[in-house]
Structures are given as structure tokens and as C-alpha cells.
């Protein structure tokens, strides 16, 4: 499977400050590193702002799942997204 679930949050003292673009950024360097073929992250349908920052860190759409996750007190659908990050076969570092 070699994949991952990536999540992030940034304070709303903090917003606009490119934090989350440089963290998800990181992430996907690290993970490369360590040989994962795939990352994939959800958004909720109506935070583009965070759609934004996958996108520029090269996740694309791939599917929209219901009931994804509980967030303030209900089931929230969610976009999905996904970046591949590798294609030839696991060879750790």
C-alpha cells in the first residue's frame, strides 16, 4: 500500500502566513524520502482555502466521500485528494 493519511490545521492567529503550503510541502518531501508511493488528505467541501494549498503542492481532486469525518457535531462530507509521489518499486533509503 506504502500510502498515507496527511492532516494539518493552522491557528486562525496564523492564517495567510503560507504554513500550511510550507508544512504539507515538508510532509510530502519526507515522505518521498522514506519511500511512500502515495499521500492522500480530505478537505471539507467548502474549504477551499485548504483545497488551494493541496492543489499547489501538487494533490489532485479524485473523489468526494460522505460522512467523512464528525466536525462540530455532525458527519462532514469531505473532498479528497491525492498525490503520488512515486511510481517505481519500494526501495527504502
Not at 500550511?20 to 519511500?35: H, I, K, M, Q
Not at 480530505?42 to 469525518?69: C, E, I, K, M, W
Amino acid at each position: 500500500f506504502h500510502s498515507a493519511a496527511l492532516g494539518y490545521w493552522v491557528d486562525g492567529d496564523e492564517l495567510n502566513k503560507g504554513l500550511a503550503s510550507a508544512a504539507v510541502a515538508f510532509a510530502c518531501d519526507r515522505a518521498r524520502e522514506l519511500g511512500l508511493h502515495r499521500l492522500e488528505a480530505g478537505t471539507l467541501v467548502h474549504n477551499t482555502a485548504s483545497q488551494r494549498v493541496l492543489r499547489n503542492n501538487g494533490f489532485v481532486h479524485f473523489g468526494t466521500a460522505p460522512d467523512y469525518l464528525f466536525i462540530d457535531g455532525a458527519w462532514q462530507e469531505h473532498n479528497l485528494y491525492q498525490r503520488i509521489l512515486r511510481t517505481d518499486p519500494l526501495h527504502l533509503p
